[in-house]
């Protein structure tokens, strides 16, 4: 696998396909630019997903995110493109995007952005006593 920013997702199979879990990921150094100023723009990307057939695997993930860096792009338009491809590599039962964009002239911003399998009904939550 290469070490240069690249937009190519790997994956590689679930281990327990039969299972709903959830994978959480953290990215806290995705940086893209703006595309009116062209000043970076800095966030940390939190990942959630239940994994249907196939998993992300880590490493590419991080060269995907770094082939934003140099990319203009508004916060709502990148979130949805992560997401895009996400799903298009993994085919998730779930997956939510959250961008937390650090603060820009006073304003902060964060956009979530969620994909649902047709197929896939959530398990009912357990509350514990």
């Known amino acids: 696998m ?24 953290r990215v806290p150094e995705f940086t893209c630019l703006c595309p009116k100023t062209g000043q970076p723009d800095f966030a940390t990307l939190f990942l959630d997903y239940v994994p249907r057939a196939r998993c992300v695997e880590l490493k590419s993930l991080k060269l995907y995110v770094w ?35 650090n603060v820009r002239g006073g304003v902060y911003t964060t956009v979530v952005a969620e994909h649902r399998h047709p197929d896939w009904q959530p398990p009912v939550p357990v509350t514990l006593p």
């Open 2 to 25: 290469s070490s240069q920013p690249s937009k190519d997702l790997e994956t590689f199979e679930n281990p327990q396909p039969g299972r709903d879990y959830t994978i959480r990921i």
């Open 67 to 101: 082939a934003f860096r140099d990319q203009g792009a508004f916060h709502e338009k990148v979130t949805n493109e992560i997401l895009n491809d996400l799903v298009a590599a993994t085919d998730p039962n779930f997956m939510r995007l959250t961008a937390e964009f």
